[in-house]
């Protein structure tokens, strides 16, 4: 039997993302109607536009020689793209201090997977709220949150959000979902035209139809129609859109740390996040870095190669701890960081040289045949582990006299 977890998206969204920079520029215009247009070499469109404007019948990409009686008084300005993409990018990055996983729809408008942010905040409401701030405290853009189990209805939750961020609990999407109207379903227009003629106004009224029912009279896009007007939620992952090569975490101690288990606790919170991460943007590290920031001010440093691409802490921390056991320290800890670095991405654990006991006595005995052979006796019997002094992510094994 499989189990889904199904995603959970955050839709951010910055309504009149255009028109906000200009506004930043220039809060003059803020009332009075403006038009954002494309260049002169782009044979002049709406790029963006004020509310008023958009209230007359004014949309983004209808050519400027269709809209100039609906905007004849409106104030023209040239869209600045490259200023726009910039400002784009730095608020895309802010955001990747919260989720790396994103899919931008258009600029100013962003899907991020938060499925297992929850556990760093203490509910979905905090991660939107805390997506919310993050943006319009740093660039003084007023942006609206959604969060629901697709992209779909977390666009449509931002829409609908009053104060900022509008959380669709689970169990409640069809409730959210059947007052809406067909005009922003992901479908063709011939599809919406012929959902019109049928009478099908809403999502509520497209749900009443069985999956049989809209697949016979709408093919494809009928089980389209029936997941989203039913709130199905989405079961893949959004991808991590930027690419990273290492990752950190850093533990201020309460107290100063000095014993051997106090060090061992300390690691433990600290691997735990540092796992979670890992395994959150599906990579493995291949060298841990451990610095001690000690009482005395002086520092303590050390590097670690493991043996394979790793996402585990148990192995990080019997890593670590066995090369700590040699380890004399001048003063008590008080600040610990650690470091994941060479990241690769994970699928699982290389195959082992011998996989299991079975397996290493007869790797043994054809080594022992094969000398056996060459020099008439046997002057090896053991086969050890050996990883002293090694730099190489690997395991090694070496004969010994018996």
């Not at 990747?96 to 729809?105: G, Q, W, Y």
């Not at 654990?349 to 056996?372: A, H, P, Y």
């Amino acid at each position: 039997m499989f189990y889904y977890i199904l995603m959970r998206v955050a839709c951010v969204h910055i309504p009149h993302f255009y028109l906000q920079i200009e506004y930043l520029k220039d809060p003059d215009l803020r009332n009075r109607p403006v038009v954002v247009v494309g260049m002169p070499q782009e044979q002049g469109f709406v790029l963006d536009c004020s509310e008023d404007l958009a209230q007359r019948g004014v949309v983004p990409l209808m050519p400027l020689k269709e809209t100039y009686h609906l905007c004849y008084d409106a104030v023209p300005i040239l869209a600045r793209r490259r200023e726009y993409a910039l400002l784009w990018e730095e608020v895309l990055s802010s955001i990747a201090a919260i989720t790396l996983r994103m899919e931008p729809k258009e600029a100013g408008t962003v899907f991020l997977d938060i499925t297992r942010l929850p556990g760093m905040y203490k509910s979905e409401e905090q991660v939107a709220s805390a997506l919310e701030r993050t943006i319009s405290d740093r660039f003084h853009l007023h942006v609206k949150v959604g969060v629901g189990n697709s992209r779909f209805m977390a666009f449509e939750a931002a829409l609908c959000a009053v104060n900022g961020a509008f959380v669709i609990p689970s169990g409640m999407e069809k409730a959210f979902l059947s007052p809406l109207g067909i005009a922003r379903l992901p479908v063709t227009d011939d599809v919406r035209e012929r959902l019109c003629l049928l009478g099908l106004n809403s999502l509520g009224q497209i749900g009443t139809f069985t999956l049989g029912a809209l697949t016979s009279q709408f093919g494809a896009a009928g089980k389209e129609l029936w997941e989203i007007s039913n709130g199905v939620g989405e079961r893949g992952r959004i991808p991590c859109a930027f690419s990273i090569t290492d990752i950190d975490r850093e533990l201020v101690c309460d107290e100063p740390v000095y014993s051997r288990q106090e060090i061992k606790a300390a690691l433990l919170e600290l691997l735990d996040g540092l796992c979670l991460e890992l395994e959150e943007l599906g990579k493995a590290c291949r060298t841990i870095k451990l610095v001690f920031d000690l009482q005395n001010r002086t520092f303590f440093e050390k590097q670690f190669f493991m043996h394979a691409p790793t996402a585990h802490k148990e192995e990080m921390l019997r890593r670590i701890m066995a090369a700590l056991e040699r380890v004399e320290l001048a003063s008590p800890i008080q600040i610990m960081s650690i470091r994941a670095g060479a990241l690769v991405n994970y699928g699982g654990r290389q195959e082992k040289l011998f996989r299991s006991r079975t397996g290493l006595e007869k790797g043994i005995k054809d080594v022992s045949g094969f000398l056996k052979t060459k020099y008439g006796a046997m002057p090896l019997a053991r086969a050890v582990r050996n990883d002293s002094g090694t730099l190489l992510p690997d395991d090694r094994f070496i004969f010994v006299e018996p």
